[in-house]
């Protein structure tokens, strides 16, 4: 920790003296970048230092945008999205959720306007049913039958 500043020394006399100071037992030696010349080529651009900070830490660009333009390119990746889904009553949810956020945007008058109409919910279902592999029922012995399962407690309080 830095001493205080003696009276009658100006802000500017102290401050020189604290780096000469620091210099001299080689607290400056060894930094990162120490020799390398700084990158200045955004000299004229405002925002050199967020784009910067974006590179650097690898921030997500898209996080960046606004709402309504994330809802617009979540509308066109939405065929991808629902692939992966096993369940249809998860699809149905996934796109109920969609559609809500899509009309909250529009209701929405801050930021810019972005046409977003909301999604088809059952052309999206029509088309994720035809994407999914029919399942092949799984083949019995002839001469087994399984007894059906018994039902836990809790399955049967709850059904």
Known sequence: MTKRRPPGMSNQEW???QIKLAQNQGEFD???GAGKPLKLADQHDPDWWVKDFIR??????EALLPPAVQLRKEKQHVHEKVRGMRRESEVREYLADLNKRIRVSIRDT??????TGPVNEEAVIAQWRMDRPAREPRPQPAGEHRPARKKSIWQRLFS
């Open 110 to 115: 801050t930021g810019p306007v972005v046409p």
């Open 30 to 32: 060894n930094l990162p």
């Open 15 to 17: 401050v020189e003296s």
């Open 56 to 61: 650097r830490e690898d921030v997500e660009t």
